[in-house]
């Protein structure tokens, strides 16, 4: 079965090469790319207007033009007065990819895209700052949420194997309960299974996504795999704008 991939073709579109995506999926042996334009489903107001906008009609050409080149399979969402078609589409999709995320776009980033998107998106989102090397080391928020353990499998289904000769931090808030130790023993026993190099550090819950944040900057390009605390984290400019600054990505799930 393919594995299916959005993105948006307009949030940097002078830094959209689908070589970097097939590369970054090479080992995947079935995918399809979804684009689709942020200006069709975003409020007038909050678009950029005037005449410098690129021309969505040449960029949908010289992607298709690399898909073929590049034997892709790929389409795109079609224009809609609302955001419910992407949505939907993302409902069905394995996996959001946005890129790159810098300094200059990272405090725009939730402003950019439609009201709600990153609550609501129906799938995985993988936001990275270098798709050819987007990580070095792993980091596992495990906070007991359900939307955690969907982005870690969603993120071993896609980069579990390639990924075994990576460090990986499993970083913990304290467990209220015997299930939840339970619960935390067994996810240290699963990964070590597939990552020779496993460990774990405590964290508070207070201030969370503040502690990660600056936990991770000490890391040599991270992944931070996390679910739904990753909007506090988003929807924060300064604590956003110093992930940026320290690269490092992020794949997280709401479900």
Do not use: W
């Amino acid at each position: 079965m393919k594995k299916q991939i959005l993105f948006p073709v307009d949030f940097q579109p002078s830094q959209v090469h689908l070589a970097d995506y097939v590369k970054l999926f090479a080992h995947i042996d079935k995918m399809s790319f979804t684009g689709f334009f942020l200006r069709d489903f975003v409020k007038q107001t909050k678009s950029k207007s005037g005449n410098n906008e690129p021309d969505k009609a040449a960029i949908q050409s010289l992607l298709e033009d690399e898909a073929k080149t590049l034997n892709l399979d790929m389409s795109f969402i079609k224009s809609q007065a609302n955001s419910n078609s992407l949505l939907n589409q993302s409902k069905f999709a394995d996996l959001a990819l946005i890129n790159p995320i810098t300094h200059e776009n990272i405090g725009q980033l939730v402003k950019t895209f439609p009201d709600h998107f990153f609550e609501e998106v129906g799938c995985p989102i993988f936001i990275s700052e270098d798709l050819l090397h987007p990580y070095e080391e792993i980091l596992v928020l495990f906070d007991y949420d359900q939307s955690g353990l969907a982005a870690l499998k969603s993120f071993l289904s896609f980069f579990g194997k390639q990924s075994s000769n990576k460090k990986v931090t499993i970083l913990t808030v304290s467990p209220d309960d015997a299930p939840e130790i339970h619960l935390e023993k067994y996810l240290v026993s699963y990964l070590q299974k597939m990552f020779s190099d496993v460990g774990i550090v405590p964290m508070s819950n207070r201030d969370l996504a503040s502690q990660l944040v600056s936990y991770a900057s000490k890391f040599n390009k991270p992944v931070l795999i996390m679910g739904r605390a990753a909007l506090h984290l988003l929807n924060d400019s300064e604590l956003a704008t110093k992930m940026a600054d320290h690269p490092m990505s992020i794949f997280y799930s709401n479900n």
